[in-house]
């Protein structure tokens, strides 16, 4: 049998469920038709780190003045130790998102284009469809439920929302690399 921080490890490691998730979260951006795009890395990032730790996303939608039970954290979101967050090189967001991305674009479910120094994302009809697939998968309701939130409370410019989370979240960048953030 193993033990809860080797079960957190093997999760942390599984890419499918990163990439389900950053797929649900670029839907959600991506609007009925498609269309719409995440414009930069840093907004993709810090849109999955409000996605991936709901207690920030509750704060932040407090902070932004709405109703921050929409988000209906549970209990084991709060005090689970996969509910902790560790500081990474670039604040609480993950190094991964660059191999997350050519994965998905690989597999053709989204594209990825430059314009100047910013990256693009935007989603493939086979993306939308897979998307779709997961939204109606019962693991993946509070995901899909909280991106449709995070468009609606938080759909800022990168710069914004970097500024946003440093300023309500000051916690996430005071802290050394590798130390626990609380929520």
Do not use: C
């Amino acid at each position: 049998m193993s033990t809860l921080p080797e079960i957190v490890n093997h999760l942390e490691g599984d890419d499918s469920l990163h990439l389900g998730r950053l797929l649900v979260l670029i839907d959600a951006f991506a609007g009925k038709a498609g269309e719409q795009k995440i414009e930069g890395l840093t907004k993709l990032a810090k849109l999955d780190f409000l996605l991936r730790y709901p207690a920030f996303l509750e704060r932040a939608i407090r902070v932004r003045g709405s109703d921050a039970s929409q988000v209906k954290v549970e209990d084991f979101e709060r005090n689970s130790i996969e509910a902790r967050m560790v500081r990474f090189k670039y604040g609480p967001w993950d190094h991964r998102y660059r191999r997350f991305l050519n994965t998905l674009a690989g597999r053709g479910l989204i594209h990825v284009h430059t314009a100047g120094r910013t990256v693009i994302i935007g989603q493939t009809q086979r993306g939308r469809s897979a998307a779709e697939t997961l939204k109606n998968e019962p693991e993946y309701a509070g995901i899909r439920q909280r991106a449709v939130l995070l468009k609606r409370h938080l759909n800022l410019t990168a710069t914004t929302l970097m500024d946003f989370i440093y300023e309500n979240f000051p916690e996430v960048a005071s802290l050394r690399m590798g130390e626990m953030i609380d929520q």
